[in-house]
């Protein structure tokens, strides 16, 4: 299927900017919507590999939307630049970051080319946070998919109920995030959560990112066969939810 695609510029209430990529089948309009689904970003900003997702969700069916959550012409020039943009966002994660990525859901929503009864999130380390969260924060999505995403719980959460379906995509040599599962696991029982929880041999951290070699960071690499199978198996899912 072909898709056409378009900036996607938006605010959230601190007046902030932001400048997404949307990308869609040709013939989405009000009378004719599709399910949706935000693409939120690695720690490098919105880059063309998040673009490339949104271009094969909307190939798929979908509108898709390429999210930003650093802001327009705010991503760094360098990694380490990016990495503290990241940084300091994590640890506003509950006050800035949260309203970056609820408005970001919300200027998509209104997009009247978006069936706003089929949402859904998916994203990549720092963006499969932001999904988690999203779940964790009763947003109105039928399902999120975090790809070797940061699964630490929010500090301040009550364990009330998850309504979100939720499926992470995991890396079995993924060392940082390993020590986190057992608690993560522990939440999702505890709010009584509809997950899976996905393990693949042999991938470290990133190993969806097929340039994750130019990283140079120990324990990120890319592994093309889970990149396949966690794909297939996020497709898979938003079929189901969305039926």
């Known amino acids: 299927m072909v898709f056409k695609s378009e900036p996607f510029e938006y605010k959230d209430s601190n007046g902030d900017v932001f400048e997404g990529y ?25 880059t063309e590999f998040e673009k490339e997702k949104a271009q094969e969700l ?15 012409g705010k991503i760094g020039q360098t990694k380490e630049e990016n990495f503290t943009i990241c940084k300091a966002l994590v640890g506003e994660r509950e006050t800035t970051l949260k309203r970056r990525t609820l408005a970001t859901l919300d200027a998509f929503s ?8 089929k949402l859904g999130a998916t994203g990549y380390c720092f963006g499969g946070l932001i ?14 998919v975090s790809f070797h995403g940061t699964l630490l719980p929010l500090p301040n959460a009550e364990h009330t109920p998850i309504s979100t379906a939720i499926q992470v995509q995991h890396g079995d040599l993924d060392q940082r995030i390993n020590e986190q599962i057992p608690a993560f696991l522990d939440e999702m029982r505890a709010r009584k959560a509809d997950w899976h ?9 990133g190993f969806t990112e ?25 497709v898979n899912f938003f079929a189901e939810i969305f039926a």
């Open 22 to 46: 949307f990308a869609y089948p040709p013939d989405a309009s009000a009378s004719k919507k599709y399910p949706g689904v935000v693409v939120y970003h690695a720690f490098g900003g919105c």
């Open 58 to 72: 909307a190939k798929l069916g979908y509108v898709a939307l390429a999210a930003d959550v650093y802001g327009k």
């Open 110 to 117: 209104k997009d009247p080319r978006v069936n706003t009864d």
């Open 197 to 205: 929880f996905t393990t693949y041999s042999d991938a470290e951290h």
């Open 131 to 144: 999904c988690l969260d999203l779940a964790r924060y009763g947003a109105p999505l039928k399902g999120v």
């Open 210 to 234: 097929p340039k994750a070699h130019l990283i140079n960071h120990p324990g990120v690499s890319y592994n093309a066969k889970a990149d396949k199978r966690s794909w297939a198996a996020m």
